[in-house]
């Protein structure tokens, strides 16, 4: 069965058993279990339901397998002839999920 989901700002389409990094769950562990309830679309084949705008009464449920930090990206300011230069890094928060089941 397939479902497209929402989390974290973004929209997924997924299966079970699907491993996803997505924008870190606040307040959770690795191996905590955490319930989608924005489900936009799910079924198989004739079954498949889209929602206006999320489908009521499924979910899916999800396992937390790491919580980690992304690689570092660069931000490099300069404005030429001003003796302007700014340099500053940012990492993303991020959890690592494992999609347990679909229920639909």
Known sequence: MKATIKTQGQQFTV???DILTVNRY???EKGSTVEIK???AAGE???YKVGTPTLSGA???V???ENKRGDKVIVFKKKKRKGM???RGHRQ???VIKIESINA
Request: hydrophobic fraction near 25%; aromatic fraction near 0%; proline fraction near 4%.
């Open 45 to 47: 084949g004739e079954n």
């Open 15 to 17: 299966t079970e058993g």
């Open 26 to 28: 606040p307040g959770t």
């Open 63 to 65: 396992k937390i397998l």
């Open 38 to 40: 924005d489900v936009l």
């Open 93 to 95: 928060e991020l959890s």
């Open 59 to 61: 979910s899916v449920s």
């Open 85 to 87: 230069e700014r340099k």
